[in-house]
């Protein structure tokens, strides 16, 4: 059964606290997607996206605000309606810049704070969530239904409340005879595994490690660069394969998927570490090695993924990536050669229609149209959760 | 049309921060109500109702964190989740003990924080409120739809957020051929008017002034008593009317309605200046004294109210009374006799089948039960609002 197609506008707030990301999507909502073309599964279609910064005095309020120890209540209940004020002006230009309206809108909101983990509070074991920018401010303004509020439904539900955008990735990626992981390289590298003709419950979701985060930490440290502009540095250098294979022992690396790396994983400890473990070889040697680094962690987190077990028959196809990391060309070289050797070929997230900056914006739309039909829309596998779970709450105009 | 009953629960922690009341109700839907007969006009039955005190650590974190200056993001994000689990807790617990199980629930949370008139932060003219205790852990654990956060949308609408209860007086006590006036006295008193054959905009709300306040506050200081038990002591004394007239030309009374009195209006301050007026007249005096007061700031407020607008002939026939207040016999005696001169008759809540105790978590059922449908629930005429709004929000188990 095929339903009447629905505008709907997602809108991000990511942790950097930079602003806002709307996208505004055509959803068509076939229950049944047609297996038979690439293009006929994806059942949305990017209108178009729009970012706005926070204001400095607000971005400096919501920095302030996460994780605050001695924040004011009055505050906080403040920022919240302000935050609301907010996503409804950048939600109204994107319409106006775009001409169209909206029919749903789902909001992600600012996150303040986010324990994945069961810790002990008042006598009770429980994880919690934080998104602050209040839908009812935004429902009304911009006159359409807002989904708001993710993450706590699959915490209640057993699951770390994250990563909720892996969704997307299936509904983007998947295909009946390809199994393909969409990789994304930001500061932490994540994948999405979406065997040939998964089910939502099949598909995996996890970090593999460090993505552009060590090498424009050395390449700052080293070349006074905040990083490397398309992998020159890297690709005049030669990798030393020990450090790798040294680097390659730590913890995280070994253990099982699902798994998540905060930045402190990969920080300032790490990064000397590292440093330590190059020695005196030339500099662009050390940047190279990093960068080699972020290669062969995402190579070697597939592998031992798709070996684990073996009776699945995991086999995948084809990886997509995208990211800052996608614009290093002697990482992308790298990736290319150790896929290589894993039967994967490599393709970029551009070439199916979504630009990687409204990636996650377009997430909360799909995800706000789930919900709007009543739809489970988190990943159990992804998250942890012991069930599918609907997200979200409804806010009326 | 009349729709399937549903059994929505109604859960309320007021501002006392004692802990949890849930009421369970029988939500009969008929858009047109007959109005032939009183009870045929209310919708809605109680089937029973419990209290849950918080746990002591719980209500010290919950009164620590109203209007705090210097709290923890972290801790403030559990409590809402912990609050959740008590929620939750507390319906389950309720629904084993009346052996039913609600369909929906109307859950309003713990204030935290309001500001319903208008005031600038960051650059931008707002009001805002906070209610704590996450839906979506209630609406996993219990197993079914919540609505929670009625108050945002009515804000959104340009009201101050509340009163929402004269919503429900409207329900219960609206009729075709009586001008009713829903009066509770609790520490503050309100009332709720609702004239003959009303529409809701018609309906209005407003605090009248000092309900128990004043007359516990010279009880306890004059004869070391928390209270007038049964208003035996205000019966052995005189009231002084020059007192009456002078306290009634405070700004608060002489305001037109819509007003809210907080309790610091009739506090230490309003008290030491009551008590100078009455000078040296004999202790039981001055608790006859305030017993009238109240009493006759009511029917002085509902005289003003009447008289205000000729044209719209209000008139009303009954008082409902409710509250502590309404066990106070020479408060009532005095309230019957100043409301006999206006041409109104003194009633009790309890004749209509709600228990004073359960009536605000039975409102917020009600409330639910309207945003499940899609209707609007705020009362223009009450909050302020420029438009009737939907309240809350939906969470999905």
């Known amino acids: 059964m095929t339903k009447k197609p629905m505008i709907v506008a997602g809108v991000m707030s990511g942790t950097s606290a930079d602003g806002i990301n709307v996208a505004l999507v055509t959803m068509n909502d076939s229950r049944q997607p047609r297996e038979t073309k690439t293009r006929s599964r994806v059942n949305f279609q990017l209108i178009g996206h729009a970012e706005f910064a926070y204001p400095k005095k607000v971005r400096a309020a919501v920095l302030a605000a996460m994780n605050a120890t001695r924040a004011s209540v009055a505050d906080l209940s403040r920022l919240n309606f ?8 950048a939600i109204l230009a994107t319409q106006s810049q775009l001409r169209i309206k909206a029919d749903l809108i789902g909001c992600h909101g600012q996150t303040l704070y986010h324990q994945g983990e069961t810790a002990r509070f008042l006598g009770r074991k429980l ?15 911009v006159g359409a239904p807002v989904v708001s509020d993710f993450r706590p439904a699959d915490l209640a539900a057993g699951g770390k409340g994250a990563p909720l955008v892996p969704f997307l990735d299936y509904l983007l990626f998947r295909d009946a005879h390809m199994g393909r992981i969409a990789q994304n390289i930001g500061g932490i590298a994540n994948l999405t595994a979406i065997p040939a003709h998964a089910s939502a419950s099949q598909v995996i979701a996890f970090d593999t490690g460090p993505g552009n985060m060590v090498i424009d930490a050395v390449t700052d440290r080293l070349f006074r660069q905040p990083f490397d502009r398309g992998g020159r540095i890297a690709a005049s250098g030669k990798v030393q394969a020990n450090v790798i294979r040294k680097m390659l022992q730590r913890e995280f690396f070994r253990k099982a998927p699902p798994k998540t790396a905060g930045r402190e994983e990969f920080g300032r400890e790490f990064v000397r570490e590292f440093l330590r473990a190059c020695g005196r070889c030339p500099k662009q040697y050390i940047v190279a090695t990093a960068t080699a680094l972020t290669a062969k962690s995402i190579a070697d987190a597939i592998q031992r993924y798709t070996t684990q077990d073996p009776t699945r028959k995991l086999r995948f196809h084809e990886m997509i990536l995208s990211g800052g990391g996608a614009k290093n060309s002697t990482l992308v070289s790298m990736l290319t050669s150790e896929l290589a050797s894993l039967g994967l070929r490599l393709r970029f ?17 799909v995800l706000a149209h789930e919900t709007w039909h009543r739809r489970a829309s988190n990943l159990p596998s992804a998250t942890g959760a012991t069930r599918p779970a609907i997200l979200g709450k409804i806010s009326y105009p």
């Open 82 to 89: 302000l935050l609301g004020e907010l996503y409804a002006d």
């Open 127 to 141: 994880t919690t969530t934080w998104q602050t920018g209040e839908p009812a401010i935004v429902a009304a303004r």
């Open 349 to 365: 997230s551009d070439e199916f229609g979504l630009p990687s900056a409204a990636k996650e914006a377009v997430a909360f739309a």
